[in-house]
């Protein structure tokens, strides 16, 4: 299978836990995304990457939270003192970006429950 | 403040007759669209999108249609089949800078046998 990977794919935590999330892209793929997708909502941006660089971070993203894609291939996303707000899908995608054409590809994500 | 707008939470189809997904945006720079189709426990699959040059794109069965003037979009999916049955999202996209894509809050659609 070459599609998106992610692992977990859930995750129970206590409240003021620390959690990591994989995510295995796509191989050629030179971007990849982070959303997180709560109940009765659409995905929402978190944060992407070129390559290695991580080029935006949405104001949804705490300072609790940090992603890095340390060698251009697969991104961790950490929450650190997790919070019962933090229950969430959290969803990785990557694309490969040619010309005007920019397909996201997502993973099954990783759903997160802190109680 | 949203962007994007899906404002039928969901929907119901007899088998084999038409569904129609409804989308709304309110940011010009917008320039890319997509839809997205979620099955429980998945991620969402790319289903089709269309360029802001374009007013229409088909890709078999689904049918993607532009009106940049009125800042609206439509999923059109004809014949409806059992298997459509999922969530819907719509998103858009600026397609500079991050390209990232904002989501609406997806319709639910439901095709009877």
């Known amino acids: 299978d070459t599609g998106v990977s992610q692992d977990p794919r859930h995750k129970i935590t206590k409240r003021g836990q620390n959690v990591t999330f994989r995510c295995d892209p796509i191989?050629?793929?030179?971007?990849l995304y982070w959303y997180r997708q709560t109940l009765g909502q659409g995905p929402e941006f978190l944060t992407y990457?070129?390559?290695?660089?991580?080029?935006?971070k949405s104001r949804l993203l705490s300072d609790r939270f940090s992603a890095e894609r340390p060698k251009g291939s697969f991104s961790t996303l950490e929450i650190q003192r997790t919070e019962q707000g933090d229950s969430a899908m959290y969803l990785c995608?990557?694309?490969?970006?040619?010309?005007?054409?920019?397909?996201?590809?997502f993973g099954p994500g990783t759903r997160l429950t802190v109680l | 403040d949203q962007q994007v707008k899906q404002n039928s939470p969901s929907l119901s189809v007899q088998e084999g007759r038409i569904s129609i997904l409804n989308c709304d945006y309110t940011?010009?720079?917008?320039?890319?669209f997509l839809w997205y189709k979620k099955y429980p426990a998945e991620g969402p699959t790319f289903l089709i999108s269309?360029?802001?040059?374009?007013d229409k794109n088909e890709d078999g069965r689904f049918t993607v249609f532009l009106n940049k003037s009125a800042k609206h979009l439509s999923l059109h999916i004809v014949p409806s089949q059992p298997g459509d049955s999922a969530v819907y999202f719509c998103?858009?996209?600026?397609?500079?800078?991050?390209?990232?894509?904002?989501f609406g809050t997806g319709t639910r659609l439901k095709v009877l046998a």
């Open positions: 995608a990557s694309s490969l970006v040619a010309g005007n054409v920019n397909e996201q590809f």
């Open positions: 191989s050629e793929h030179n971007r």
């Open positions: 990457f070129q390559n290695e660089a991580q080029l935006e």
């Open positions: 940011n010009s720079m917008f320039d890319y």
């Open positions: 269309i360029s802001s040059i374009k």
């Open positions: 998103a858009a996209s600026a397609r500079r800078g991050t390209y990232k894509y904002i």
